[in-house]
């Protein structure tokens, strides 16, 4: 019923810029908080950045600085602009959505831990 898709991944030199977006679809009421995560190879997946409904935004400390979350709510969207880009970025990044609302039949429904299918960013040196 609730979909992510990630977009906006692909080949930049170190030092570049990117802009990924997160798009949830699907017969949404509301998109609580969402945020960014990344797994390298051989790596676990860890946090880059989340965002709250109302715009309050944490960050890893890799991330600080160079990264900005954003999203716009109208749309279900969320944004990670990355700058200042190292070899180090390279990975699969993930968006998730901790809890989404959505119209099941003739009622809203909640669910939660919705993830997307991943975008791969490269960082070349």
């Known amino acids: 019923q609730v979909q992510l898709v990630e977009s906006g991944g692909g080949l930049v030199q170190a030092g570049g810029s990117l802009r990924l977006s997160c798009a949830a679809s699907g017969s949404i009421f509301r998109v609580n908080a969402m945020g960014w995560y990344r797994q390298a190879p051989g790596k676990q997946r860890e946090l880059v950045a989340t965002?709250?409904?109302?715009?309050?935004?944490k960050y890893a400390d890799s991330a600080k600085g160079r990264f900005t979350v954003s999203r716009d709510n109208a749309k279900n969207t969320v944004y990670l602009q990355k700058s200042g880009m190292k070899p180090e970025d390279t990975a699969v990044y993930y968006c998730?959505?901790?809890?989404?609302?959505?119209?099941?039949?003739?009622?809203?429904?909640?669910?939660?831990?919705?993830w997307g299918q991943g975008t791969q960013v490269i960082v070349s040196s």
């Open positions: 965002i709250t409904r109302r715009g309050n935004s």
């Open positions: 998730n959505a901790d809890q989404v609302t959505y119209y099941g039949g003739s009622s809203l429904v909640s669910g939660y831990d919705y």
